[in-house]
């Protein structure tokens, strides 16, 4: 018995690193699987058939899998999910947002073309991929459904060289908080994860700074630390947890703050600050915020005993 039998899901980008592990494991507890993947660079150009391995790899070893290499980038590859899950499982459950793609350019070398290809892969593609979903959720009665959104702690905290990605990655945290909020009625949880793992996308980034990525680091560091959370995430005992952020990397499971007024002053009568007033209480509302970040950090922190 697995943790999600009867279970339909559809994970984008599962050609290889994140998804790929993610695709394993959900087949693993009993969830049939669309294993989506255009197959392309990590720039986005070109594409292949990855998604048809995995899904054969699945298969192998007694699994249920279906392959659709669509772009999640289009409004027809997002409804094309959809329908596979229904030709070949005859419903869906799960949708796991995470294909992705990296034009990364400080902000005086980046054109519109990395500018627009990165948006429309992530901050686009949860809104193709979703939609359909959702419209299917409210339409069919479908419940204990599931969305799992990629963002990252380059959209989330800033990262040097990543404009596109961070904005598109911050926008996913937005679009996630409003389906969140949006599907609540209908049973659907909508959580986003904040991944770290060694993939194609990241190991470039490594070897760039003269480190080495071997074996131990893999197993350390591997996309398979994320996939066991998202499964968590999909399963019946995470039914009340929704608009969350998860952190996960390398043996860590972490939630994030989210946007929230810490401290606040007002004015009498609505009154208009002056500048000078300003003054005064800008100040203590960015040391409000620092020991708020010190007390944060600080607290954060604690290590698993089993
Ligand atoms: N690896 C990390 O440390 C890290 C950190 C933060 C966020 N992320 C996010 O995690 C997700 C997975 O990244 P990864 O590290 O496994 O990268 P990866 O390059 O190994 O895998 C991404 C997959 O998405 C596929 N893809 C790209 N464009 C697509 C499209 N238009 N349609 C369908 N598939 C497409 C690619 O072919 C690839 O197989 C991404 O959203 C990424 O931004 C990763």
Same mark, same amino acid.
């Given at each position: 018995m697995g943790r999600l039998d009867d279970k339909t899901a559809v994970v984008t980008g599962?050609?290889?690193g994140i998804g790929r592990e993610i695709a394993l494991t959900l087949a693993a507890e009993g969830a049939s699987v669309v294993v989506n993947d255009l197959? /392309? =660079?990590?720039? /986005?150009?070109g594409g292949g058939t990855i998604a048809e391995e995995v899904a054969q790899e699945i298969r192998a070893v007694g699994g249920k899998a279906a392959a659709n290499t669509e772009s999640v980038a289009t409004v027809e590859g997002g409804a094309s999910l959809l329908q596979t899950a229904i030709d070949n499982f005859g419903g869906m459950d799960i949708l796991v947002n995470n294909a992705g793609i990296l034009r990364d350019k400080s902000i005086f070398n980046m054109e519109e073309s990395d500018w627009d290809a990165v948006i429309a892969v992530h901050l686009k593609g949860h809104y193709c991929c979703s939609r359909p979903f959702a419209k299917y959720i409210r339409e069919s009665g479908r419940r204990g459904t599931r969305i799992i959104n990629f963002s990252s702690v380059s959209g989330l905290f800033g990262n040097f060289g990543q404009a596109n990605y961070g904005a598109a990655k911050a926008g996913i945290a937005g679009f996630s908080r409003v389906l969140a909020i949006e599907l609540a009625k209908y049973g659907c949880t909508v959580n986003v994860i904040s991944p770290g793992a060694l993939t194609r996308m990241t190991i470039p980034l490594r070897e760039a700074r003269g480190e080495d990525t071997s074996d131990a680091d893999m197993a350390s560091g /591997?996309?398979?630390?994320i996939a066991p959370v998202v499964a968590w995430l999909c399963? #019946? #005992? =995470?039914? /009340?947890?929704?608009s969350q952020i998860i952190h996960c990397a390398s043996g860590l499971v972490g939630i994030m703050q989210q946007p929230a007024i810490i401290k606040s002053f007002e004015k009498p009568d609505n009154g208009v600050w002056t500048l000078d007033e300003l003054d005064s209480y800008m100040p203590q509302l960015i040391e409000t915020k620092q020991a708020n970040d010190a007390a944060a950090k600080a607290g954060g922190a604690a290590v698993a005993t089993g």
């Open positions: 599962a050609g290889r197959g /392309g =660079a990590t720039d /986005g150009t /591997g996309p398979q630390h399963t #019946e #005992e =995470a039914a /009340g947890i929704s």
